[in-house]
């Protein structure tokens, strides 16, 4: 069964700091891979995915991820934070065609100080 | 376009109540997923809807969780008799089913605590 690991429960970093958020995944193929936000008291909102192509994925809010097959990973950065990015972060994998379940990771905290 | 919605909100009650959480998805979405999220587990897939058919219910943690969708607009999530083991956060996520996985929106989420 596919799996998401999330190595960092808790990440802070200063405002206009550069961001990455590891995950790893474990799979026998390429998953589908996404990334997810909750601010508090919400429901998650979707950053960006990983279906195949470019390896170098842009989404929403100025975030992008890296897909890496050698690694499992897919991290996903920011060059420079805002404190409005204080939030936690989800990683999550498909792999089933035909069934949309997703797996999620634990989830990144995210702290941003002034 | 109102998004996802979901009622109540909070909900507090005793051990041994039925609960009944409400779900609307957003009009147009043919998929519809029930999570449920806690510290200790996680974000966690309880089921998931399509075209109001039950898909994968593999995530129900047992027989005193039911979930319902009578028609496109509506789905409810019981728990009957409640346990104190349930207080969590119940989050409904609906999606227009696409190839091969298109962006799950998720409600506000309803706060569930079982005393």
């Known amino acids: 069964a596919q799996s998401v690991t999330q190595p960092d429960i808790h990440i802070t970093v200063s405002e206009g700091a550069s961001l990455e958020l590891r995950c790893n995944y474990s799979y026998g193929a390429t998953p589908y891979l996404f990334w997810y936000v909750q601010s508090p008291g919400q429901g998650l909102q979707l950053l960006l995915k990983?279906?195949?192509?470019?390896?170098l994925v842009q989404g929403i809010k100025g975030f992008e991820a890296e897909f890496k097959r050698s690694q499992s990973s897919f991290n996903l950065r920011k060059p420079s934070v805002h404190w409005s990015d204080a939030a936690e972060y989800f990683c999550a994998v498909g792999v089933e065609f035909g069934n949309e379940k997703l797996t999620f990771g634990t989830g990144t905290r995210l702290t941003i100080i002034p | 376009d109102a998004g996802v919605i979901q009622s109540p909100r909070h909900e507090v009650t005793e051990m041994g109540q039925e609960v009944t959480l409400r779900c609307k998805p957003i009009s147009g979405h043919n998929s519809l997923f029930w999570y449920r999220q806690t510290m200790m587990r996680g974000l966690e897939l309880l089921i998931y809807?399509?075209?109001?058919?039950?898909?994968?219910d593999s995530g129900m943690p047992e027989d005193r969780f039911s979930a319902k969708m009578p028609n496109a607009s509506f789905s409810t999530l019981k728990i009957q008799p409640s346990e104190p083991r349930d207080s969590a956060v119940y989050f409904c996520?609906?999606?227009?089913?696409?190839?091969?996985?298109?962006?799950?929106?998720f409600g506000p989420g309803t706060r569930l605590t079982v005393l």
């Open positions: 809807f399509n075209n109001n058919v039950p898909i994968d």
């Open positions: 996520a609906s999606s227009r089913a696409g190839t091969p996985y298109n962006e799950q929106f």
């Open positions: 990983y279906f195949s192509g470019d390896t």
